[in-house]
């Protein structure tokens, strides 16, 4: 069915108490069940596997994936297939919509993890405690959630601001509950089909995988003499540099420097195809861009220059340039300056962002706030008393757990938290109006403001910025997750307790998946934080909080005179692309901060995505007449495919390194 909506003269009109009075009368679904048992259960299973696929392409991707609309119609298809089988009874739509909401919740639960924590942990080579990491990740980002609940009642049900994201949930469940079921269960069938063929493809190029199916299942190394396991590369160049290696072929070189030193390699990664997919052309080429510029034209010249050099560790051992040791030795600096600059940049030439705080800001717009005896909304809101009590006390808690945890300064922690609430309202904003939270921007505020203050301790600006992303990104995603409820009729109370189910459900799946991934112990037991950023993981958002991290703390007088040369040409290049952007309405092919972040990611997975984005590009214009069977696949369906290839291929991925971690 239509959903109810008010028109814009009654949003710009009425009061709020006239607009929670009709949202009352005509969309609230009254008891119809939402948080149930099985709701919650399901949210909070979807949700952890989610994240944890979140989890994995963060970490070689500095992505984040969304799974809000994949967590939807999981759960439709689930419950729609055992209905039919007579196993259990079919979900409510507001049921399916709290499964979405704490699935999603649970995937914002990552970000830390690839990005500020990661980065604390290579600048300081320290390694946080598990249950350090957990109960800062919890706190924060239950702040997150009670900072948001106030200004939910501004922005949905007064301001009745957009927030496309969730704006398209809501769309998703009612067509999925009203009639396009089929639609629904089509689109399932896509993701899972997808995702099998995606596993099985990183089932049969998995290391751990086929030593775990030749070595303990099979027992080949007994009754047939294998001396090693076999498996298909996804490396695809392998097999010629293997041939060349035994034939003498011609190796391809850049100014004398190997190409596979480079890192230009031909990968074929079903997750990458999925993630450029997401992407979009325009992202995918301007990552390729970067990748093209740094690693086929710069790098050559500065390893010829002796700005990029093989070095030794203090044990003597050399180590080799590589792919890694170009960027953290010099294109790491002018990939963070491009991807700064323009985010700021950016956030700066949307002005509604900003126009839409003050108005917050100064209050309310005409009429006067209903008064609990006759506010319709007292019983299903959550009462506001909660965030009048809880944010000072969680505020209190966060810079406790900041100081004990991390060693920030007690007055730089509370200092920190103004401003962390001011930015949190730009954020809610840039959600409600764009669907985007530029959260690592305006972390970057926080870091350079308390690195002025605090030079000599990377964490003082370090944890207060991640602090600032994480309170920020809850606060502006819960509001995010409650417009499709308010949509449906959902009790927003019950929402609130979903998403913090949620945060507790991706918390505890990813610490220890994290450990599991990028700080496997060694040989000795012993694990180290030179493991986190591997040929497997690039870590591309922790790079970029550990390049500004340095940056405040040493200055650039330690960098060769090339790189700083770069960074100024980077800075007047990513402020004139985005200006042109800003001018030409979005219309100009090129976004500077994916021109940086192809710079520190892999260039093997930047073509990997720039194909996949190319495919799906051009398959959508392929198929442009809906009805036919191409449009259903191509375009309605292209999510479904993009979520089944990233969450195959993740969920086998993390698999295989958890098997290399406890068999071999």
């Known amino acids: 069915m239509a959903l109810l909506q008010l028109t814009e003269e009654q949003i710009r009109t009425w009061t709020r108490a006239q607009k929670d009075a009709w949202w009352y009368q005509h969309v609230y679904r009254g008891n119809l069940p939402q948080l149930t048992v099985r709701s919650g259960l399901t949210g909070f299973v979807l949700g952890g ?27 439709f298809a689930l419950f729609r297939s055992m209905h039919a089988a007579g196993f259990a009874h079919d979900l409510t739509i507001l049921e399916n919509n709290c499964t979405q909401s704490i699935a999603t919740a649970a995937g914002y639960m990552i970000t830390p993890l690839t990005s500020s924590l990661a980065s604390y942990m290579l600048v300081t080579g320290r390694i946080i405690p598990w249950w350090h990491i957990l109960l800062w990740m919890v706190v924060v980002a239950v702040l997150g959630v009670l900072v948001a609940f106030p200004m939910k009642r501004r922005f949905i049900n007064e301001d009745q601001l957009p927030f496309p994201e969730g704006r398209a949930s809501g ?17 399932a069938r896509l993701l899972g089909v997808t995702a099998l063929c995606a596993g099985l493809y990183t089932f049969v190029t998995s290391d751990g995988w086929m030593r775990l199916l030749q070595f303990k ?3 080949l190394d007994r009754w047939a003499g294998l001396q090693s396991s076999w498996s298909l590369h996804d490396r695809l160049d392998t097999y010629y540099y293997n041939a060349a290696a035994r034939l003498g072929l011609w190796i391809p070189r850049i100014l004398g420097t190997d190409i596979r030193s480079l890192g ?19 992202v995918a080429s301007s990552c390729l861009l970067g990748a093209f510029v740094n690693f086929v034209i710069l790098a050559p010249i500065m390893i010829q220059r002796g700005d990029i050099v093989a070095r030794a560790t203090a044990g003597g051992a050399a180590i080799a340039i590589s792919r890694a040791e170009i960027v953290n030795q010099w294109a790491l600096w002018w990939g963070v300056a491009m991807m700064v600059v323009g985010s700021f940049v950016s956030l700066l030439g949307r002005p509604e962002i900003f126009t839409s705080v003050w108005r917050s800001l100064r209050g309310g717009k005409q009429g006067r706030a209903p008064r609990a005896a006759d506010d319709p909304m007292r019983r299903i809101e959550l009462p506001l008393v909660v965030s009048y009590v809880g944010v000072p006390v969680f505020s209190i808690i966060g810079a406790w757990v900041t100081h004990v945890f991390f060693g920030v300064p007690w007055l730089l922690a509370f200092i920190s938290l103004p401003l962390i609430f001011v930015l949190s309202i730009i954020c809610t ?4 109006l764009t669907s985007w939270t530029p959260t690592g921007t305006l972390a970057k505020i926080t870091q350079f403001t308390m690195g002025a203050i605090d030079r000599t301790n990377p964490a003082s600006n370090l944890i207060p910025a991640a602090m600032t992303a994480e309170v920020s990104a809850n606060a502006a995603n819960l509001l995010s997750d409650i417009k499709p409820g308010y949509m449906l009729g959902a009790k927003p109370r019950q929402q609130a307790i979903g998403h913090v189910i949620g945060i507790f459900s991706g918390a505890l799946v990813c610490v220890p998946l994290f450990f599991l991934l990028f700080l496997p112990p060694g040989a000795d037991g012993a694990r180290s934080t ?14 970029q909080w550990k390049g500004v991290a340095e940056l405040i703390a040493h200055g650039i007088s330690g960098l060769p005179r090339s790189a700083v040369v770069a960074m100024l040409v980077a800075v007047v290049t990513a402020a004139a692309i985005e200006i042109t952007g800003i001018v030409t309405r979005g219309r100009f092919p090129l976004s500077a901060v994916s021109i940086g972040l192809g710079v520190v990611l892999p260039p093997e997975y930047t073509l ?10 051009m398959m959508g214009r392929r198929y442009p007449t809906p009805g036919t069977r191409g449009h259903d696949v191509w375009n309605e369906g292209s999510e479904s495919i993009m979520a089944g290839l990233i969450s195959g291929s993740a969920l086998v991925g993390i698999g295989n390194a958890i098997i290399n971690v406890i068999f071999f």
């Open 608 to 617: 990997a995505m720039w194909a996949g984005a190319m495919m799906f590009w």
């Open 171 to 187: 769309v998703v469940l009612d067509a999925l509950y009203s009639g396009a079921a089929g639609v629904g269960m089509f689109r």
């Open 49 to 75: 596997l989610l994240a944890a696929t979140a989890l994995y392409i963060g970490g070689r991707t500095g992505i984040s994936v969304g799974v809000g609309l994949t967590s939807v119609i999981l759960s």
């Open 429 to 432: 904003n840039s959600m409600a």
């Open 264 to 282: 230009l390699r031909l990968t074929l990664d079903s997750a990458m195809l999925g993630v450029g997919g997401l992407m979009g052309i325009r």
């Open 217 to 219: 299942v099979l027992r």
């Open 530 to 543: 030179a493991t986190i950023v591997s040929e497997q993981f690039a870590m591309p958002a922790a790079l």
